[in-house]
């Protein structure tokens, strides 16, 4: 694994945000939080976030990392090579629901905010969407651990406790 980083400018250009009605100063800090989390991350992940992943700034929890399935109808003249009975096309999308403004309340520092949002990125790394067997303190250690390993500090501390009991 090559340990090669893009230019800000790269990664901030090819970064798929939706924060409609996100305003003011903290939509850029969130933007530039990203971009600089990104720069701490290796090359080949930071290529399959640029091409999969959306992040989403929303309301709720500090952040979550999910997979969706859209479904959308096929149109009388699909523009892609399906066959006739196919009547779904079927788009895989990763979504990272990310609230800066939650972090910001509870006086997440920079720091802490870059390593939630690589905590969130190695659930993706990982493909942690895709395993349900293994319990969710299993999943937020191997995240961390993960997270530890480009440079982050741990974000789930809480889990290790259960891990090693």
């Excluded at 903290?26 to 530039?32: G, I, Y």
């Excluded at 600089?36 to 952040?63: C, H, R, W």
């Excluded at 895989?92 to 905590?119: C, G, P």
Aim: net charge negative.
């Amino acid at each position: 694994m090559s340990d090669e980083k893009y230019e800000d400018n790269y990664v901030h250009d090819m970064l798929n945000v939706w924060d409609d009605g996100f305003e003011g100063s903290l939509r850029e800090r969130a933007r530039k939080i990203l971009v600089d989390t990104l720069q701490k991350i290796p090359k080949p992940v930071v290529n399959k976030v640029l091409e999969d992943v959306i992040f989403v700034i929303m309301s709720g929890a500090y952040g979550t990392s999910s997979f969706q399935r859209a479904s959308e109808r096929r149109k009388k003249d699909p523009p892609l090579n399906l066959t006739r009975d196919r009547e779904l096309v079927e788009i895989d999308v990763h979504v990272i629901l990310l609230n800066f403004a939650l972090m910001e309340r509870d006086e997440f520092d920079e720091e802490k905010m870059r390593s939630t949002v690589a905590h969130e990125i190695a659930h993706f790394n990982l493909k942690h969407h895709k395993i349900s067997v293994h319990p969710q303190a299993d999943k937020e250690k191997e995240a961390d651990d993960l997270i530890e390993k480009w440079g982050f500090k741990r974000v789930y501390q809480c889990f290790e406790r259960f891990s090693h009991s």
